[in-house]
């Protein structure tokens, strides 16, 4: 699985260059306009576009025709894919907090609070999209699978709110903020889980050959 792993990388590689100097240049601009570590919400959403562009090359190179004759299971092959989005979430995380760091050290006030609130919200929305999305992409051609991608970050949005509202049912939110959307976040993680387990049984049906 790690050779797979790094021919994504080298398949994105572009992508995720641009990904992070684009962050970069928008985390310096919205310090202008925006709390800061907002960055961190957009961060982990942008950087895992590129687990797209690998999911989408490999159609059009037919390599997963080649994989499958490879010392891997399925399993492995949609799990290296999930493992590749969490990767890319993490970079994304790690990006927004260069110039979060930066403007700190020149004296903007940036809490360790909203960083950790603003963090699990983009992490989050990333794992329910991801969840929703990467199943898909092996469900539909890859233009559907476009579009569910695009529109699963939309969806993700109104998961969250549905869930914060569900969980203002037991928990006064205005006063737990940062507790309700932690549990968010532990949601969003197990439903990323089990959307890996749906994306291995729709590999495993498929007929590669």
């Known amino acids: 699985m790690k050779g797979v792993l790094i021919k994504d990388f080298y398949i994105a590689k572009s992508n995720i260059v641009v990904t992070v100097v684009s962050l970069i240049v928008l985390g310096f601009g919205l310090s202008f306009l925006l709390e800061i570590s907002a960055l961190l919400i957009l961060a982990p959403v942008a950087s895992t576009t590129a687990v797209f562009i690998s999911i989408t090359s490999d159609a059009a190179s037919k390599w997963n025709k080649n994989v499958i004759t490879m010392p891997v299971s399925r399993s492995q092959i949609i799990g290296e894919k999930f493992v590749f989005y969490i990767l890319l979430a993490v970079l994304g995380i790690i ?45 539909f051609d890859p233009e559907k699978s476009q579009i569910v991608f695009m ?4 969806a993700s949005t109104g998961v969250i709110a549905g869930l914060i509202l569900f969980i203002n049912i037991w928990v006064p939110v205005k006063e737990n903020i940062l507790l309700a959307f932690n549990l968010v976040l532990i949601i969003s993680v197990i439903w990323f889980f089990l959307s890996y387990k749906i994306a291995v049984k729709i590999y495993q049906k498929q007929d590669i050959t």
Do not use: E, K, N
Request: with cysteine.
């Open 95 to 139: 990006i927004a907090l260069v110039p979060c760091m930066v403007f700190a050290f020149l004296g903007m006030d940036i809490t360790f609070y909203s960083l950790c609130l603003y963090g699990s919200i983009g992490i989050s929305a990333t794992l329910l999209a991801g969840g929703m999305s990467l199943p898909c992409a092996y469900l």
């Open 151 to 154: 529109m699963s970050f939309m």
